[in-house]
């Protein structure tokens, strides 16, 4: 049985570790991403100017409100 030098087992591990490193900046991009679209979609921001004076308002009214209707109770 041979086995492997010293530089092709350092090969191997600086491959792997490559790997998990584009996988874990896939994935941190990707939750960068989702979390920008959700944040996006549930707030809206716009500036009011007035005399000067600029101010940024947030605007998180797009919020989903649940309507739960009103259960009564049936008697037979």
């Given at each position: 049985?041979?086995?492997?030098?010293?530089?092709?087992?350092?090969?191997?591990?600086?491959?792997?570790?490559?790997?998990?490193?584009?996988?874990?900046?896939?994935?941190?991009?990707?939750?960068?991403?989702?979390?920008y679209r959700f944040?996006?979609?549930?707030?809206?921001?716009?500036?009011?100017?007035?005399?000067?004076?600029?101010i940024q308002v947030?605007?998180?009214?797009?919020?989903?409100?649940?309507?739960?209707?009103?259960?009564?109770?049936?008697?037979?």
């Amino acid at each position: 049985m041979k086995r492997n030098s010293i530089y092709e087992s350092y090969q191997r591990v600086q491959l792997e570790a490559i790997i998990i490193s584009i996988l874990v900046l896939t994935l941190t991009l990707g939750c960068i991403v989702w979390c920008y679209r959700f944040y996006n979609k549930n707030t809206s921001v716009f500036y009011v100017h007035n005399k000067g004076v600029t101010i940024q308002v947030f605007d998180n009214s797009r919020e989903k409100e649940v309507d739960i209707p009103s259960i009564k109770k049936i008697k037979k």
